[in-house]
Antibody, heavy 120, light 107 residues
Framework: EVQLLESGGGLVQPGGSLRLSCAAS????????MSWVRQAPGKGLEWVSA????????YYADSVKGRFTISRDNSRNTLYLQMSSLRAEDTAVFYC?????????????WGQGALVTVSS | DIQMTQSPSSLSASVGDRVTITCRAS??????LNWYQQKPGKAPKLLIY???SLQSGVPSRFSGSESGTDFTLTISSLQPEDFTTYYC?????????FGQGTKVEIK
């Protein structure tokens, strides 16, 4: 059974840093593109970042470019999102999502989400 | 970025009704359009991918269609568990973008 489990969320002050993890089971992340998608409280879905199955290619939303870094550790079957220079507007539930094989952005499995709150 | 305009933003319907939700892309996206269902406090769930392919395990009352840059999600006979929020998303290019969502409420 495919499962994605995010961790690392929490309360952080503006300007601070946080690293989210997404532990995968039931499949090998090195075979699929993976993404982070976020949802601000009461709002819609916003794609944040993606990484190719090989890890060679990464993409970011303009809103996080230069502040967030996506990475993967295939030996741990885990996806990461390193977030720095956090702002109040980054407050959201962050989901990791697996893409259907051979595609970048058809998200067939999602984690349960990790809440990140940026506030002083 | 490609803009996805979803309509309506909300609708009221009854169990057994046929419901349609529309999503319009700001430019051609071929058939790279996906539909998700999201229940409160839960992650989105993929219903339809590449405009009309039903994701495994999704009931056949859900279907998708396309006409140019207009895409439609149809629920043929609304069930109690279907009263929730639906999003479209283009997967044609980076960044992938979502519609603003449609909330289906009980009449």
């Amino acid at each position: 059974e495919v499962q994605l489990l995010e961790s690392g969320g929490g309360l952080v002050q503006p300007g601070g840093s946080l690293r989210l993890s997404c532990a995968a089971s039931g499949f090998t992340i090195s075979s699929y593109a993976m993404s982070w998608v976020r949802q601000a409280p009461g709002k819609g879905l916003e794609w944040v970042s993606a990484i190719s199955y090989s890890g060679d290619d990464t993409y970011y939303a303009d809103s996080v470019k230069g502040r967030f870094t996506i990475s993967r550790d295939n030996s741990r079957n885990t996806l990461y999102l390193q977030m720095s220079s956090l702002r109040a507007e980054d407050t959201a539930v962050f989901y990791c999502a697996k893409s259907i094989g051979g595609a970048w952005y058809h998200f067939d499995y999602w984690g349960q989400g990790a809440l990140v709150t940026v506030s002083s | 970025d490609i803009q996805m305009t979803q309509s309506p933003s909300s609708l009221s319907a009854s169990v057994g009704d046929r419901v349609t939700i529309t999503c319009r892309a700001s430019q051609s996206i071929n058939s790279d359009l996906n539909w998700y269902q999201q229940k409160p406090g839960k992650a989105p769930k993929l219903l339809i991918y590449v405009a009309s392919s039903l994701q495994s395990g999704v009931p056949s009352r859900f279907s998708g269609s396309e006409s140019g840059t207009d895409f439609t999600l149809t629920i043929s006979s609304l069930q109690p568990e279907d009263f929730t929020t639906y999003y479209c998303q283009q997967s044609y290019t980076t960044p992938p973008t979502f519609g603003q969502g449609t909330k289906v409420e009980i009449k």
